[in-house]
């Protein structure tokens, strides 16, 4: 399975951005799909998650201003970010989880992407 995530880039705060993530191989549209981030210097977090059924979770960072949603016929999941904000700069990876729901838990995911890169300027 290969995840590819593109969709990042240089923008300035308060601008919007979505990001994609495209799975190909053997894989299951019916398994959560994951967004995490890592900027640098720092661990890699949480952003949020959609569960096989299209249920989402977010960091409390992220609630209200990010949005994932997910087209399983295309294995694909989307992270759209509005109202960014310079701490949201980071290296964002999607990732496919082992089972229709996931957790926040990063050992819940068993495929990750090679991450794209979001910067945002103030």
């Known amino acids: 399975v290969q995840l590819q995530a593109s969709g990042g880039g240089l923008v300035q705060a308060g601008d919007s951005l979505r990001l994609t993530c495209t799975a190909s191989?053997?894989?299951?549209?019916?398994?959560?799909m994951g967004w995490f981030r890592q900027a640098p210097g720092k661990e890699r977090e949480f952003v949020g998650r959609?569960?096989?059924?299209?249920?989402?979770s977010y960091a409390d960072s992220v609630k209200g201003r990010f949005t994932i949603s997910r087209d399983r016929a295309k294995s694909t999941a989307y992270l759209q970010m509005n109202s960014l904000r310079p701490e949201d700069t980071a290296v964002y990876y999607c990732?496919?989880?082992?089972?229709?729901?996931?957790?926040?838990?990063?050992?819940?995911?068993?495929?990750w992407g090679q991450g794209t890169l979001v910067t945002v300027s103030s």
């Open positions: 990732a496919v989880g082992f089972r229709p729901y996931s957790s926040s838990g990063s050992l819940d995911y068993r495929y």
């Open positions: 191989g053997r894989t299951s549209s019916n398994n959560a």
């Open positions: 959609i569960n096989w059924n299209g249920g989402t």
